[in-house]
Every structure is written in structure tokens, then in C-alpha cells.
């Protein structure tokens, strides 16, 4: 009795080691075959569309001879994950939830086709574990507001503009107005950026578009606001008198392209305060090379100061922006009286006194063109007469008009006063003789 018991006990042993060791086998086996995790999931395209698809890609598990397919969820919140199918490739196209600029997926493998009642039960299905979630991003639909520009130099714009909820940033794409295939680019994290490196007196382009980033991937919005913008002009050179007339005189500079208007300021060479009260004060828009002033403050026998510059208007205000002065001119008007009378073999010219000039130049011509008076002769400022007896070295002629005026010079330093010729209120007698 006590060796059938023995036998017995020893059988009950070893079917119990036995099928414990079958388990063991059976439990090794199923963590061997085990379905790798997926990996380095990310997302790497989006379609230029209204609702476009959105390119998700992942690398490729490997599991000897079995088929491996992938299953993809997304979630709006991280919690509740929708099924977007199985995929026989790493790779999968999806969209945005309905107004979500902002969305999460996940991606496990798998070698049986499965249903989510398997998902708790791992022995019935070679399933891996869910990969780690990717923040996928959409396109942003909603654009800036109007960009305002805040500051221009010669060589550089700053915009700035409202921020558009869930950017997480903005390209900036600017170009010369008109070329648009001479683009170039940058990106800013704030609703402002400043661009360098431009040229001076430039027109441009600039478009903004908002930006929807994750650590791989950036979605470029489909809209974009635009507005133009000129950097700040050069400072204006050969800037010159042309006409001097009592309460009318002319200038003339070197055209600047980009320049939304000009202003001239014009004072008296006596007030010893120059440009902090001056007697024209002009503000004007203009399509050509030069200006005028009518003011009537501009009196005849007296010498002034002039000083022009150009400015533009800040994209989206009115704020101005001014360049440089030019470099200030000095100019007298024509004395307040001129005559001239036949005298002889020549033509005995007078004129008033002008406080302040150390010479006078005479100039004389056959035309009332102005262009074509030429200079005969300077005489001192103690000199108020002067009589003409040549003309371009020749004798005057016989039953011809000359025109003549009368130019004021003051000394600026070692120099005079103005080096532009010009011709004011020029009086005119016919020589008979």
C-alpha cells in the first residue's frame, strides 16, 4: 500500500512539472512572437487643399515571414481615439477633425487580423504596443489682419500685425514689387519682423502667412495678407534753383522712385535761427522732379536759404518717414527794380540795391527763353549800374531785343552763395543804334 501511494504521488508530480513546463514553453513563445513597437512616427506632408490630406508616415516593423499591418488612431484630446483603418504600408493619409488646426494619432502593428474585442486577450493576436502620440498639424484657415508697418530705413522694413490664434508662428515673403520670382523668405515666432539687407529707395512686396508647427513638421496656412512698402529714400542730390521770382521761385533735384512726396522749407539767410521757423514750410505730393513755391512771403532783393527732402508713409498709416536733407542752397531773388535803356553804342543798366550781396553778375540774351541767357560780366556790390557795350564778344547788334537780368551774390564762407545759374525777372529794350 505505501508503494502504490508512492507511485502514485510521484505520478501526480511529474504530469504537474510536466504541463507547468508546457506552460513555460507556451508563455515563452508567446512573448517571442510579440509584434515590435512602432517607431518614429511622424508627419511629413500636407495637400494645398481646402480639406487636404495629411501624409503620416512610420518605419517598417519586421516579423520574419508574417504579414505585418498597421492599425492608425487619432484623437481630438489625447482620451477618446477614432479607428482610421488598417494599412499594409508605413505610411497613411488622413484629415483634420472638422475645424481642428491641432489633432494626435497613434500606430500599432500586428500580424492576424483582429477585432478591439481581442485587444485585452494578447495570446489570441500578435499585437505590439501603441507607438508613441504624434501632435499632427493642420493648416491654419484664418489670416492676419492688415500688416502696419512700424519703422524704415534705407536698408530695412518692420512690420508688425495681430496674431492669429494657434500659430505658432508666421513666414514673411517679400520681393521687389513686380518680381515676384526674385522672393525671398523668413520666419518670425512673433506678430513682428524687420527686414534687412533691402535697398535703398525700394519698393516691395510682403505677404505673411501664419504657421502651424510640431518638432518635425511645419503646415503653411493656404491664405496670406499683403502690403507694400518703400525703405527710406536716399538723401536728394543736385538739388538746385532754377527760377528766383519774387514770391515765385523753382527748384530742380535728381529723381527718387520711391519717394511718396517731397518737403521744402525755405528761410531767410538773416535769421540767425536758419530752418526752426521757416517761411515755407511745404508739404506736397509730386510726380515730377522738382517744386515750386508761390508763397508771397518770397521778396524781391533778398537772399534765402532752401533745403528739400522726401519721405514715405509707413505701410498701412500715415505716419511718415523722412530721409535726409539735402544740402542747404542759398539763393537771392532779382533786385526790386531793373532798367535798362539805350545809352550810346551800348545799353545802360540799373537796378535797386540788395542788402547783403557782395557782387552782381549780368545776364544778357537774345530770347526770353531763360536757358539761354549767358553771363557777361560781375561787378562789385558798391556797384548799382553797369553798361552793356558786347555780347558774347561781339558788338551789340542793330534792331535787336536783349533781355537782360540782374543775379545777387552773397558769400557763404569762401564760396557763393548759389553755383546754379539762373535767371529772374528779366527786363528787356530793343537796341536800334
Known amino acids: 500500500m505505501k508503494t502504490k501511494s508512492y507511485v502514485t504521488t510521484l505520478?501526480?508530480?511529474?504530469?504537474?512539472f510536466t504541463f507547468a513546463f508546457i506552460l513555460l514553453i507556451l508563455a515563452n513563445v508567446n512573448v517571442e512572437a510579440k509584434t515590435a513597437t512602432v517607431t518614429n512616427l511622424k508627419e511629413t506632408d500636407i495637400e494645398p487643399y481646402e480639406n487636404p490630406d495629411i501624409t503620416i508616415t512610420w518605419d517598417a516593423v519586421s516579423s520574419g515571414d508574417q504579414t505585418i499591418y498597421y492599425r492608425l488612431e487619432t484623437s481630438e484630446d489625447k482620451i477618446t481615439w477614432k479607428d482610421e483603418g488598417s494599412y499594409y504600408e508605413p505610411t497613411a493619409k488622413i484629415h483634420a477633425p472638422s475645424g481642428k488646426s491641432v489633432f494626435y494619432a497613434r500606430v500599432c502593428a500586428y500580424t492576424a487580423p483582429y477585432d478591439y474585442a481581442y485587444m485585452d486577450d494578447k495570446n489570441l493576436c500578435d499585437i505590439g504596443n501603441?507607438?508613441?502620440?504624434?501632435?499632427?498639424?493642420?493648416?491654419?484657415?484664418?489670416?492676419?489682419?492688415?500688416?502696419?508697418?512700424?519703422?524704415?530705413?534705407?536698408?530695412?522694413l518692420s512690420f508688425k500685425w495681430a496674431a492669429v490664434s494657434g500659430a505658432s508662428g508666421y513666414k514673411v515673403v517679400y520681393y521687389p514689387s513686380g518680381l515676384s520670382d526674385l522672393s525671398k523668405e523668413l520666419t518670425t515666432s512673433t506678430n513682428s519682423c524687420t527686414i534687412k539687407n533691402l535697398k535703398e529707395d525700394g519698393?516691395?512686396?510682403?505677404?505673411?502667412?501664419?504657421?502651424?508647427?510640431?518638432?518635425?513638421?511645419?503646415?503653411?496656412?493656404?491664405?496670406?495678407?499683403e502690403t507694400y512698402a518703400t525703405t527710406l529714400p536716399k538723401k536728394i542730390r543736385d538739388f538746385k534753383v532754377t527760377t528766383a521770382y519774387p514770391g515765385n521761385t523753382s527748384f530742380e533735384w535728381k529723381?527718387?522712385?520711391?519717394?511718396?512726396?517731397?518737403?521744402?522749407?525755405?528761410?531767410?539767410?538773416?535769421?540767425?535761427?536758419?530752418?526752426?521757423?521757416?517761411?515755407?514750410?511745404?508739404?506736397?505730393?509730386?510726380?515730377?522732379?522738382?517744386?515750386?513755391?508761390?508763397?508771397?512771403?518770397?521778396?524781391?532783393?533778398?537772399?534765402?536759404?532752401?533745403?528739400?527732402?522726401?519721405?514715405?508713409?509707413?505701410?498701412?498709416?500715415?505716419?511718415?518717414?523722412?530721409?535726409?536733407?539735402?544740402?542747404?542752397?542759398?539763393?537771392?531773388?532779382?533786385?526790386?527794380?531793373?532798367?535798362?535803356?539805350?545809352?550810346?553804342?551800348?545799353?545802360?543798366?540799373?537796378?535797386?540795391?540788395?542788402?547783403?550781396?557782395?557782387?552782381?553778375?549780368?545776364?544778357?540774351?537774345?530770347?526770353?527763353?531763360?536757358?539761354?541767357?549767358?553771363?557777361?560780366?560781375?561787378?562789385?556790390?558798391?556797384?548799382?549800374?553797369y553798361t552793356l557795350k558786347k555780347f558774347k564778344k561781339k558788338k551789340l547788334k542793330k534792331?535787336?531785343?536783349?533781355?537782360?537780368?540782374?543775379?545777387?551774390?552773397?558769400?557763404?564762407?569762401?564760396?557763393?552763395c548759389s553755383t546754379t545759374v539762373y535767371v529772374s525777372n528779366p527786363t528787356s529794350v530793343f537796341y536800334s543804334k
Open 399 to 416: 534792331n535787336t531785343m536783349y533781355y537782360i537780368s540782374v543775379k545777387p551774390v552773397c558769400k557763404v564762407g569762401k564760396k557763393n
Open 255 to 385: 529723381g527718387i522712385s520711391g519717394a511718396k512726396a517731397f518737403q521744402l522749407q525755405i528761410t531767410k539767410v538773416s535769421d540767425s535761427k536758419k530752418f526752426k521757423k521757416p517761411i515755407v514750410n511745404e508739404t506736397k505730393f509730386y510726380s515730377y522732379l522738382g517744386t515750386y513755391t508761390n508763397s508771397k512771403k518770397i521778396k524781391a532783393g533778398t537772399f534765402y536759404s532752401a533745403r528739400v527732402r522726401s519721405y514715405v508713409t509707413l505701410a498701412g498709416t500715415k505716419q511718415k518717414v523722412y530721409s535726409p536733407w539735402s544740402t542747404v542752397i542759398t539763393f537771392g531773388t532779382s533786385p526790386k527794380k531793373i532798367t535798362a535803356k539805350q545809352s550810346g553804342s551800348g545799353i545802360k543798366i540799373n537796378w535797386s540795391k540788395v542788402s547783403g550781396a557782395s557782387a552782381y553778375e549780368i545776364y544778357v540774351s537774345t530770347s526770353y527763353d531763360t536757358k539761354t541767357f549767358t553771363k557777361v560780366d560781375t561787378v562789385k556790390s558798391k556797384n548799382t549800374s
Open 203 to 225: 519698393s516691395y512686396a510682403i505677404c505673411v502667412y501664419a504657421l502651424n508647427s510640431n518638432s518635425d513638421f511645419t503646415a503653411v496656412s493656404n491664405t496670406y495678407t
Open 11 to 16: 505520478l501526480k508530480f511529474a504530469l504537474a
Open 130 to 156: 501603441w507607438s508613441d502620440t504624434l501632435k499632427v498639424v493642420a493648416r491654419i484657415s484664418d489670416k492676419t489682419s492688415k500688416i502696419t508697418g512700424t519703422k524704415a530705413t534705407a536698408a530695412s
